[in-house]
């Protein structure tokens, strides 16, 4: 990501943070002791404020009996703070009379409305129902407390709604802030000590890692693999993050039950503290779900600022997306209970009207699609019909934001309203965010280019795999990043989606310093250290380093990949121009090279996250502080090989000649070509029936085992135990894999980094 569009996007997220914490303050609200008096006074017939007509501002704000009751009531009960009775008395006259600039009770003084009550003011009537009051009266006091304790408590719910929700928030931001520390820790370290290595961790860190930070949730070992639970598949998080989600869903429900104030004097539900409680829960859950809701919004979105400060990777703010979604769907089902038995609990017909209300049937829509968004999401749709799972999601979660917004805008509930203008300005950020990246990154008129980028694309010979090589010359994309990735569009293909795909590895001349004679090549058979300028032919295995390049390897799956097979399949046996447009990028660099040892376990087409991590390694050795890599790759057949092969070869032809030149020439040798790098390279081909390679490139470090399994527990076990200083692993590949890495990382307690295709 550019500086630029970081520093912009930071503005904004700031922006929106402060958005954000405004309806955290405290709810508008009637005044209790202003609004109890004027509930009080309905209960009486002020003169020319008869039943029909008396409820009006007009009548009640230029009716002196009316106004000298209120003022009689403010300062007979409002302490003795005349400031604050004052206060009071502004706030009723705002609050019951805002539109009523030329009536008494906005051009009087209260005190001359006071002094006129006091004189003239008369007994409590016999028949308050039918007796036209000439004068002022006192209100009861006991009436009186007990509505203001009603309306406070009422108040109250609606606070801790607002509150307790801006709690939930507040704790997922919590989390947030340590994994932002996390990443400061890690880059103040690079940028301080680079490129000296984090040291060894102590025991009880590794402790920690062992039992809470690395495996997964249950000691069966699954996590990336799915479970199922009666034919339902699910995925586990990990277990540091099953223990943030279960306090996070924990202080949700636990927020549902304290501080209701239940008394069956109170004016609102006489005797029916049932109905209070049904009342207050169904607010409060109703508050609470919508507190959840930009942060479901912001955890889905791809432009997400979280992703960049925290450097957590964009599966485990699925992970938050996807719990968040839960939790604020759970509140609304809470709400939709506590409503729907609040209204079936006053009769049949109390029922219908209340939903016959426009807002109530919003409300209705919005909880009844939330909850089919959840069923859609389930992995047994999504793993199988990625495109019915997306539409529908996209669809209905519109819908969904429709039936919000007028569920509060019907309601003039302006809190609630807040959170949906946050979420919608969020969703908003993220899809023009995704606009500006795709035409910034795309649209080569600049460039005197034709109008789209092009990508040179081809399907790798004896296997599947489609091949994009890219041209980086753009800010932005033109130095080597490991762990990002790219959303690609395809107009000819598939025009209106993007997928996800890890920059594989890059090319860039100035990787090579030390060739200074073009066209000369290493001593592999396969590779061409320098070539003419880019051609992809048959053998797809010449690459021009005249500007910097790098490469997608796309496995088809049933989807969009497959069509694009077949696009990439008839532009012949060599390949050719495709019209591409590239979105990104996205993900980040895992602080893998700041350990001494650095592992790095790809499988199969997995090799895309790691062979970027090892160019990294290789040609910046002298800004990384790793100084033992073992980089293994495990594929099923030897075809595959050619996925990565010239770049780890390339590699190890670079580390080769660094040495050569270091021992030929000390003097003139430069920092990066003195680097002490040394590379284990171990490559399983699994199903092949080859036999050894030859000396001369095991020698060299290309060390191919055909036709067998790695034993991952001994190899990786062997590998951590003999380190020296310190060892973090980094993991891509089939989720079985995955599960299997993590679990041996937990046994070491040693730092692990996962990549995953999936969410
Ligand atoms: C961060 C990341 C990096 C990836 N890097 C690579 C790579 O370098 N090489 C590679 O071959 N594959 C990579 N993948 C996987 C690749 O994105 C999917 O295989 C591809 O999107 C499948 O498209 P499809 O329409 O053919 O899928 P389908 O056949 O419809 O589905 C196949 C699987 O892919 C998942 N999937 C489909 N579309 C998406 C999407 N837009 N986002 C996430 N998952 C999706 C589905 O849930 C399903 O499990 C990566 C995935 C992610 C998330």
């Known amino acids: ?103 008494i009770a906005s051009t009087m003084p209260m005190e001359a409305i006071l002094l006129n009550a006091t004189q003239f003011v008369v007994a409590l009537p016999d028949n308050p129902a039918t007796d036209n009051l000439q004068a002022s009266i006192r209100f009861p006091v006991d009436e009186l407390n007990l509505i203001a304790r009603s309306n406070r408590e009422f108040n109250n719910q609606l606070q801790y709604g607002l509150n307790y929700g801006a709690a939930s928030c507040a704790l997922v931001f919590g989390f947030m802030v340590l994994g932002m520390l996390n990443n400061l820790f890690h880059h103040s370290f690079s940028w301080r000590y680079r490129p000296k290595p984090i040291s060894a961790s102590s025991p009880w860190i590794q402790t920690i890692r062992r039992y809470v930070i690395n495996p997964t949730l249950f000691t069966d070992g699954v996590h990336l693999q799915n479970a199922s639970w009666f034919g339902v598949l699910v995925s586990y998080p990990s277990r540091l993050e099953s223990i943030v989600v279960f306090i996070y869903v924990a202080l949700n429900i636990g927020l549902l039950f304290p501080h209701y104030d ?83 609990h006053y009769g049949f017909e109390m029922f219908i009207t209340f939903f016959s209300d426009p807002y109530l049937l919003w409300g209705v829509l919005a909880i009844v699609l939330s909850v089919v968004v959840l069923l859609f999401a389930l992995p047994n749709l999504r793993r199988s019909c990625y495109d019915l799972f997306l539409y529908s999601h996209i669809v209905l979660v519109l819908l969904f934001t429709v039936g919000c917004w007028y569920h509060v805008a019907l309601l003039e509930d302006e809190e609630n309203m807040m959170w949906l203008y946050i979420s919608i300005s969020i969703w908003s950020f993220d899809r023009v965010a995704r606009l500006v990246r795709v035409i910034y990154y795309n649209i080569m008129l600049a460039t005197g280019q034709r109008g789209l980028r ?69 001593s592999y058979g396969t590779m061409a ?115 990565a092969q010239d770049d780890i070869e390339e590699c190890l032809d670079h580390i080769n000649r660094t040495r050569a030149v270091s021992a030929n020439d000390e003097a003139e040798s430069t920092a990066s070509e003195k680097s002490s790098l040394a590379l284990d390279v171990a490559v399983y081909v699994t199903r092949s029936t080859r036999q050894l390679d030859d000396p001369k490139k095991q020698q060299e470090g290309w060390n191919v085992a055909y036709g067998t399994r790695p034993d991952l527990d001994k190899l990786l076990g062997q590998y951590v135990e003999t380190a020296p200083g310190s060892v973090a692993m980094l993991h891509c590949g089939p989720d079985r894999m995955s599960d299997q890495i993590r679990r041996i990382s937990a046994l070491h307690g040693i730092p692990y980094f996962e990549e995953a295709f999936n969410w």
Not at 484 to 501: E, L, R
Request: proline share 6%.
């Open 1 to 103: 990501m550019n500086r630029s569009f970081r520093s912009s996007s930071l503005i904004l997220f700031q922006l929106v943070l402060s958005l954000w914490v405004l309806p955290i303050s405290a709810r508008t609200q009637t005044p209790p002791l202003a609004a109890a008096c004027e509930t009080l006074s309905e209960r009486y017939i002020f003169t020319n404020c008869t039943l029909g007509v008396y409820a009006t501002p007009h009548c009640q704000c230029n009716s002196s009996p009316w106004l000298g009751s209120m003022a009689l009531c403010i300062t007979d009960n409002g302490g003795d703070d005349l400031e604050e009775q004052q206060q009071t008395w502004n706030l009723m006259v705002q609050t019951f009379c805002p539109r009523q600039p030329d009536s």
């Open 262 to 344: 239940l008394f069956v004097e109170n004016t609102f539900w006489p005797n029916d503290t049932a109905a209070q409680l049904a009342r207050y829960v169904g607010d409060r859950s109703g508050e609470m779900s919508f507190a959840q809701l930009p942060m479901v919004y912001l955890f889905g979105g791809r432009n997400n600022i979280l992703i960049w400060l925290t450097g957590w990777s964009y599966d485990r703010f699925i992970v938050a997306h996807k719990w968040t979604s839960r939790v604020m769907v759970l509140h609304a089902i809470v709400h939709t209970v506590a409503y729907t038995w609040y209204c079936a």
């Open 454 to 522: 092009t990508v040179k694309a081809d399907i790798i010979p004896g296997t599947d795999c489609i091949r994009f090589r890219v041209d980086a010359n753009k800010y932005g994309l033109s130095h080597r990043m490991p762990g990002v990735f790219v959303y690609i569009y395809v107009p000819g293909v598939y025009f209106w989606q993007s997928h996800p795909f890890t920059i594989a590895s890059w090319h860039q001349p100035s990787d090579h310093p030390l060739i200074t004679t073009p066209g000369t090549s290493s």
């Open 529 to 643: 250290i320098a070539s003419p300028p880019l051609t992809i032919n048959k053998s797809s295995t010449h690459r021009s380093l005249s500007g910097n390049t790098f490469d997608l390897l796309i496995r088809p799956q049933q989807g969009m990949t497959k069509k694009l097979y077949q696009a990439v399949e008839k532009l012949g046996p060599g390949g050719g121009d495709m019209e591409v447009l590239i979105e990104g990028p996205y993900g980040h660099t895992h602080p893998l090279l700041q350990y001494d040892t650095a592992i790095l376990i790809g499988g199969g087409v997995g090799c895309t996250a790691t062979v970027p991590y090892l160019q990294e390694a290789v040609y910046n050795a002298n800004v990384t502080a790793t100084r033992h890599l073992i980089f293994i790759w495990v594929v099923q057949y030897d075809d595959q090989l050619s996925w």
